[in-house]
């Protein structure tokens, strides 16, 4: 079956840096669109950013732009997220998401989903 495990997450001081991955098994990575969604506390979880299957193209919330990148090495399989100057508001738990097509803003639009990492920034 289709597994996307995400690792990286953790506590970290706002201004700081953390790198979170996710290992997908049991699909044709290489095939499929990949995201990043977050869930704040008390909040809906929302769009972080996306890549597409080649690794090519990628697209961010406002929130995150020019903070965050996200990449992907389909040779293992796997897509990061790095998340740099971090604030208190991005504390949430991180989601990777898969779907086939296209980029997709809205979390219904994707397919496959990780269990989450936490990600807690202090002031």
């Known amino acids: 079956q289709v597994q996307l495990v995400e690792s990286g997450g953790g506590l970290v001081q706002a201004g700081g840096s953390l790198r979170l991955s996710c290992a997908a098994s049991?699909?044709?990575?290489?095939?499929?669109?990949m995201g990043w969604f977050r869930r704040a506390p008390g909040k809906e979880r929302e769009f972080v950013g996306a890549?597409?299957?080649?690794?090519?193209?990628?697209d961010y919330a406002e929130s995150v732009k020019g903070r965050f990148t996200i990449s992907r090495d389909n040779a293992k399989n796997t897509v990061y997220l790095q998340m740099n100057s971090l604030t208190p508001e991005d504390t949430a738990v991180y989601y990777c998401?898969?779907?086939?097509?296209?980029?997709?803003?809205?979390?219904?639009?994707?397919?496959?989903w990780g269990q989450g990492t936490q990600v807690t920034v202090s002031s």
């Open positions: 998401a898969g779907r086939t097509g296209t980029i997709q803003y809205v979390r219904w639009r994707y397919d496959y």
């Open positions: 890549i597409t299957t080649s690794g090519r193209d990628t």
């Open positions: 049991g699909l044709a990575f290489g095939a499929y669109v």
